[in-house]
Nanobody, 124 residues
Framework: QLQASGGGLVQAGGSLRLSCAASGRSFSSGSMAWFRQVVGNEREFVAA???????RYSTSVLGRFTISRDSAKNTVYLQMNYLKPEDTGVYYC????????????????????WGQGTLVTVSS
């Protein structure tokens, strides 16, 4: 089970930090990611990390968002800076106990555990 938190309302240019805590399964040796979805749009990849190093970001967030993990706590974080209105959406964390290649981390089909989502709203 994945429990996401940290969403909220923020003005453009502001920051938020999302957290996703896993329970019941360990993903310390696998891959963890964040996706987001806006109503009416398909879910899109945001960022991912795998055990032992290796991260991947979508081009839209590169340089503004940072993904990190605490394997001891089975938790992944997403630090979001310089937020823009187009970052608005429901953010979902995802996890797999497999250590996927960095180049594949953006594929949602690789993840078999998903959180319930946390809403991020960025006002202009």
């Amino acid at each position: 089970q994945l429990q996401a938190s940290g969403g909220g309302l923020v003005q453009a240019g502001g920051s938020l930090r999302l957290s996703c805590a896993a329970s019941g399964r360990s993903f310390s040796s696998g891959s963890m990611a964040w996706f987001r979805q806006v109503v009416g749009n398909e879910r899109e990849f945001v960022a991912a990390t795998r055990s032992g190093g290796g991260t991947r970001y979508s081009t839209s967030v590169l340089g503004r968002f940072t993904i990190s993990r605490d394997s001891a706590k089975n938790t992944v974080y997403l630090q979001m800076n310089y937020l823009k209105p187009e970052d608005t959406g429901v953010y979902y964390c995802a996890a797999s106990d497999r250590r996927w290649n960095t180049g594949s981390l953006d594929q949602d089909s690789l993840y078999d555990a998903w959180g319930q989502g946390t809403l991020v709203t960025v006002s202009s």
